[in-house]
């Protein structure tokens, strides 16, 4: 019997160190660091650069809060993030101005492409215009393959969750 105890000891003990190692050498895959580079890439853009419509985003002493979902990006099949051309996806950012809840914050969102050749990558976000209606210009703008997610997919629960935290965080709530 005490065997069978010692015994279960040290696989309890070999497996808490196993997992252990494995989150701490957790390498983020590649959509994980295009997903993060994505984030960044709009929270840090020039205000001139992340204007919808000609909204003005930035008001002194406010903070441009991004959540974002990939869809995909080209080359497909390049396995480092140094490859990778374009990425497209959804965003969903908010103004965080001192106080001021997330329900009445200037909010962009939408397609978004992100040019990752450029140095800053450049961001290219999709919007109708007078003469185009917004599904024609997703559909000039993205490949076949991510049009049809950027038509029906936004922010997961778990990624708006993420979003409204960091806001409200940013906004002092």
């Known amino acids: 019997m ?3 105890v010692w015994a279960a000891a040290v696989l309890i003990a070999v497996s808490g160190g196993a997992v252990a190692l494995n989150v701490a050498d957790h390498q983020p895959d590649l959509r994980e660091q295009l997903t993060a580079r994505m984030r960044t890439t709009l929270e840090q853009a020039d205000p001139a650069t992340h204007q919808h ?3 003005n985003t930035q008001q002194p002493s406010s903070e441009v809060i991004c959540g974002v979902h990939m869809y995909g990006f080209e080359p ?3 396995t480092t993030i140094t490859d990778v051309r374009t990425v497209y996806g959804f965003h969903m950012c908010g103004v965080a101005e001192p106080l001021l809840p997330w329900d009445v914050a200037v909010k962009l969102a ?3 492409i992100i040019d990752m050749t450029a140095d800053p990558p450049a961001i290219q976000v999709v919007e109708g215009t007078a003469d185009v209606r ?3 210009r997703l559909h000039q703008m993205f490949p076949p393959k991510y049009a049809q997610l950027a038509a029906t997919e936004a922010l997961s629960e778990p990624e708006m969750t993420d979003l409204r935290g960091r806001y409200d965080t940013a ?3």
Do not use: C, E, K, T
């Open 2 to 4: 005490h065997r069978y």
């Open 53 to 55: 419509a000609g909204h």
């Open 76 to 78: 497909a099949d390049v």
């Open 110 to 112: 939408g397609p978004v």
């Open 134 to 136: 917004f599904v024609d």
């Open 171 to 173: 906004a002092g709530l």
